[in-house]
């Protein structure tokens, strides 16, 4: 019976490690796009989330993520006011795009794969974003980019001058509470 209790003890300080929740400092969220042939960067803002991670134990790992949908910002105010419409991010209907982990792989020392599903405009598929986890001290950080289709979640229609590929970047910086 001791043995037993001991072992589910160890089992829950096991998962309340991963269950520590980190403090995000910093947020960038980046995509890229083709148009007319030329890269067009942009990046949005309005970031909120949740990071429960711990490379040693990433079952009980979970990250959850948000930005305004508002704020995307793509150096042209005209170009902004567009995409802030229906036909493109809907913004009043859709105020945010949410990334929610699913599961976690390690492939390489600091080298991690993540299952994601991703909402936009109410349209939800499951994507996997590789990143790089990188622990000093109390700091962690988080760099990871990944490609969708804008068709796929209603972004846009069809067009001859824009890529239907849209490569979306993060990085996170985190505050992990000293054990």
């Given at each position: 019976?001791?043995?037993?209790?001991?072992?589910?003890?160890?089992?829950?300080?096991?998962?309340?490690?991963?269950?520590?929740?980190?403090?995000?400092?910093?947020?960038?969220?980046?995509?890229?796009?083709?148009?007319?042939?030329?890269?067009?960067l942009g990046f949005l803002s309005g970031f909120a989330g949740e990071v429960k991670f711990d490379k040693a134990h990433l079952v009980a790992?979970?990250?959850?993520?948000?930005?305004?949908?508002?704020?995307?910002?793509?150096?042209?105010?005209?170009?902004?006011?567009?995409?802030?419409?229906?036909?493109?991010?809907?913004?009043?209907?859709?105020?945010?795009?949410?990334?929610?982990?699913?599961?976690?792989?390690q492939k390489g020392s600091n080298n991690y794969i993540g299952q994601f599903e991703l909402t936009i405009k109410g349209k939800t598929k499951?994507?996997?974003?590789?990143?790089?986890?990188?622990?000093?001290?109390?700091?962690?950080?988080?760099?990871?980019?990944?490609?969708?289709?804008?068709?796929?979640?209603?972004?846009?229609?069809?067009?001859?001058?824009?890529?239907?590929?849209?490569?979306?970047?993060?990085?996170?910086?985190?505050?992990?509470?000293?054990?």
């Amino acid at each position: 019976m001791k043995k037993l209790t001991l072992i589910a003890l160890l089992l829950s300080a096991t998962v309340a490690m991963a269950q520590t929740k980190q403090t995000i400092t910093k947020a960038t969220v980046t995509y890229q796009i083709k148009n007319m042939g030329f890269t067009t960067l942009g990046f949005l803002s309005g970031f909120a989330g949740e990071v429960k991670f711990d490379k040693a134990h990433l079952v009980a790992s979970s990250i959850e993520a948000s930005v305004e949908t508002k704020t995307i910002n793509s150096d042209d105010d005209a170009r902004d006011a567009h995409l802030r419409k229906e036909d493109f991010f809907d913004v009043d209907h859709y105020p945010k795009m949410i990334m929610k982990s699913v599961s976690f792989k390690q492939k390489g020392s600091n080298n991690y794969i993540g299952q994601f599903e991703l909402t936009i405009k109410g349209k939800t598929k499951l994507v996997e974003v590789p990143f790089v986890y990188a622990q000093t001290g109390t700091t962690g950080s988080f760099k990871g980019s990944f490609k969708i289709n804008r068709l796929d979640f209603g972004i846009g229609d069809s067009s001859l001058v824009l890529s239907n590929e849209v490569t979306i970047s993060v990085g996170l910086e985190t505050a992990i509470p000293a054990s």
